[in-house]
């Protein structure tokens, strides 16, 4: 088992917060939380790869073939439809954001302090 | 009754899609008129489990084979069906407030709203009644997705939209550290369900012979990121003011009165179902990451809670200071604690959702939840400010509201919880009974403040109503009146009490939980002894009603509600998206250090 892909999604969920944290545009921030959730892809693909081994497709392989985990596979699925419904809002309301505050930066939004 | 488990999360489901897809067409009436049956319904089927005995429902027949399963499992255990319950009881209550006033643009779109709160109550009650940790995570984001929705629902004005993006970014982020931790716990185990990856760290431990390594540490701390920023622990709690204040009324009622509170329940069934065996992380670990961040909560949020004067957003707060004291109860792990919780969250519930309906009949009669612009605007609707009196008195734990006996149950367990309860009820309850005495009997000097440095005003809101209304509508007053009456009757059934010490009997059960859920045995056990009111504990209460009184009554002629030394910590709560998330992070460094140290 390498340690690289582990260390890549701890690498990529770090990244991505770090464009949130210091984003002046939540266009880009939107982006950036994109970027931290596939950070999760990369984690489920890693913890269900096997050396070797194929698609776990049984239709024109033998049925003691090595293949990957299927059950990560369909978890990053769910996790890209929850991911797109997520983008996408957050998106629409950002674009909202832009209609009534006039703006898309982070800092000049302050009604909501104290 | 076991086959009607998944029925609980599909009607709402149906009924959403049916709204979504005919909603268009019909009239208003009608469609809310299909949202409270399905709402209804879902409740009485929560209901009629929570009578018949505790059952495990394997979806598709996908049952285990020796201990293990790939299947979806739903575990109708009494405290996950009792939420389910609450979550349903609550929907039909705030679809009762809305009906006829409360306006829902975009018009010719009826049946939106209804739509979403069905959405909202199906991802609720699914999170409760899950017995496996991906669902969780999907019931999870369904809930979260549906609530950034309903906060910006008035997608035309500023405020919302703005909270709605701070709720989605942080809530969002806490939900991918949730699935990364349940990635890790897959890889060690091979299991998603709770019980199974419980029951599999327990046998690798087993053949180690040693107890968590780092991997499961990490695994704890990660999953526990996503519940606890549900749960808006200290430092993961500032998304909660700003959707809170911003949020139309009756998805604040669901938003405090129940959603915030499934981050508890979340965390404290993943940690007894996964994490309290042998292979898991040592009991002292999580009891000092719950009780400092729950302690942390209730002194930051009672703080916080005294110098607001936007009313929704200084019941937020009190949301935060008392979702702190949950924590602190859950924080004992044992089941008295956790009984005392659950009849804490019963009561709060009725109580919270109770002040935020009076703050909305405030907003639709006035255009306006500031206090101080609100002074004396009551003072022809004495019966709302006779509500939002007890709704206040009820926050401080007067007996015998559900609130004060859960607080009671809670507080002896421990000779230094009553100071803590007592103090952070009796600011909590005395800001509500400070405003409470400004708005409805014009007590104190009204008239503009000055600038105190960072705060939200509540001045020139939009009334939901669509236009001022003149009277408070009866609907929106009854429903009012019947949350409190129920929290008052949380308090003063005995049987409830004993069902609910019964079932944190079995919540906490680690080995049988897997056992019931994995072979088949008994879930739940047969009721036996339980607490009650005691003296001390009905004293208790009646000191932290009579401190909250005495607070209000001595701040209510002062000009100021600011708390000198506390500037710095007010202006932390920036509004700003990436401090937020920064904080985020910070807590997960938090949380790791105080669950290995």
């Known amino acids: 088992m390498s340690l690289l892909p582990y260390l890549t999604a701890g690498w990529i969920f770090l990244v991505g917060v770090h464009g949130i944290a210091t984003s002046r545009n939540l266009v880009h921030a939107v982006g950036c939380l994109a970027v931290t959730q596939s950070s999760t892809y990369v984690l489920l693909l890693a913890v269900g790869y096997r050396k070797g081994a194929t698609a776990p497709v049984f239709s024109d392989l033998p049925t003691d073939a090595p293949v990957v985990d299927p059950v990560v596979q369909a978890l990053a699925l769910t996790d890209v439809v929850v991911g797109a419904t997520v983008t996408a809002l957050l998106l629409a309301l950002v674009v909202q954001t832009a209609k009534r505050h006039g703006t898309v930066d982070p800092d000049e939004l302050s009604e909501l302090k104290g | 009754m076991d086959r009607l488990l998944p029925l609980i999360v599909v009607v709402p489901l149906l009924g959403a899609a049916v709204l ?5 067409h019909a009239p208003r009436p009608v469609a809310e008129a299909v949202a409270g049956l399905a709402a209804a319904a879902s409740a009485g089927l929560a209901v009629a489990a929570l009578a018949g005995p505790p059952g495990v429902s394997w979806v598709g027949a996908w049952r285990p084979q020796g201990g293990h399963s790939v299947g979806i499992v739903l575990v109708g255990d009494r405290i996950g069906l009792g939420l389910a319950a609450l979550t349903s009881l609550l929907v039909v209550a705030v679809l009762a407030y809305s009906w006829r006033y409360f306006d829902e643009p975009p018009h010719g779109h009826g049946g939106a709203f209804p739509a979403l709160v069905l959405l909202f109550q199906a991802g609720m009650c699914g999170f409760a009644l899950t017995g496996d940790l991906f669902d969780a995570f999907v019931f999870f984001e369904l809930m979260g997705v549906v609530g950034y929705a309903l906060t910006g629902y008035r997608v035309e004005e500023a405020r919302p939209v703005q909270g709605a993006l701070v709720f989605g970014f942080v809530n969002s982020l806490g939900g991918y550290a949730t699935l990364l931790g349940i990635g890790l ?10 019980a199974q990856v419980g029951r599999e760290l327990d046998e690798a431990a087993g053949a180690a012979g040693h107890g968590a390594d780092a991997l499961v540490v990490a695994a704890f701390v990660l999953v526990l990121t996503g519940l606890l920023v549900k749960a808006a622990a200290v430092p993961f709690h500032f998304w909660l003011p700003d959707t809170h204040a ?16 499934m981050g508890g329940y979340g965390a404290a069934r993943v940690w007894t179902t996964v994490f309290a065996g042998p292979g898991g992380v040592p009991a002292a670990g999580a009891r000092r990451t719950l009780l400092v961040l729950g302690v942390a909560s209730a002194l930051v949020g009672a703080l916080m809670c005294w ?19 949950f924590l602190t109860g859950i924080a004992l792990l044992t089941p008295h604690g ?16 109770a002040l935020f309906a009076c703050t909305g009949i405030l907003l639709d009669r006035h255009g306006s939840v500031d206090e101080c612009e609100l002074h004396g605007k009551g003072r022809d609707t004495p019966f709302t400010g006779l509500l939002f009196a007890a709704g206040g008195l009820a926050l401080a734990g007067l007996p015998p509201f559900g609130t004060g006996l859960g607080k009671a149950l809670v507080e002896e367990q421990s000779p230094w919880l009553p100071a803590l309860f007592v103090l952070v009820s009796a600011v909590t309850g005395g800001a509500v009974l400070r405003v409470g005495a400004r708005v409805f009997l014009g007590a104190g000097q009204a008239g503009r403040e000055d600038d105190e440095g960072p705060e939200t005003a509540g001045g020139e809101e939009e009334p939901e109503t669509g236009r001022r209304v003149r009277r408070p509508p009866v609907p929106m007053v009854t429903v009012a009146a019947l949350l409190l009456a129920a929290s008052l009757a949380v308090g003063t059934v ?42 001390t504990g009905a004293g208790l209460g009646l000191l932290s009603a009579a401190l909250a009184v005495a607070l209000a009554a001595r701040s209510v002629g002062l000009s100021s509600r600011a708390v000198p030394w506390s500037a710095p910590l007010r202006r932390l709560h920036s509004g700003h998206v990436g401090d937020y998330v920064a904080w985020t992070v910070a807590g997960i460094g938090l949380v790791s250090l105080l669950a290995l140290w």
């Open chain 2, 338 to 353: 956790v009984a005392g919780t659950a009849l804490y969250v019963l009561g709060h519930a009725g109580a919270k959702a």
């Open chain 2, 307 to 325: 110098q607001q004067r936007h009313v929704k957003r200084l019941l937020a707060f009190s949301t935060v200071a008392h979702t702190g004291l």
């Open chain 2, 185 to 194: 716990l897959y890889a060690r185990t091979g299991e998603l369900g709770m």
């Open chain 2, 494 to 535: 005995p049987a409830l009490t004993g069902a609910v010490t019964a079932a944190a009997e079995a919540f906490t059960d680690h080995a049988g939980y897997a056992a019931a859920v994995l072979d088949g045995g008994p879930a739940g056990r047969p009721e036996g002894p339980y607490d009650w009111w005691t003296w």
């Open chain 2, 246 to 261: 911003v949020a139309p009324t009756p998805v604040c009622m669901l938003l405090s009165g129940v959603m915030v509170e």
């Open chain 2, 20 to 24: 979504v897809a005919a909603g268009r």
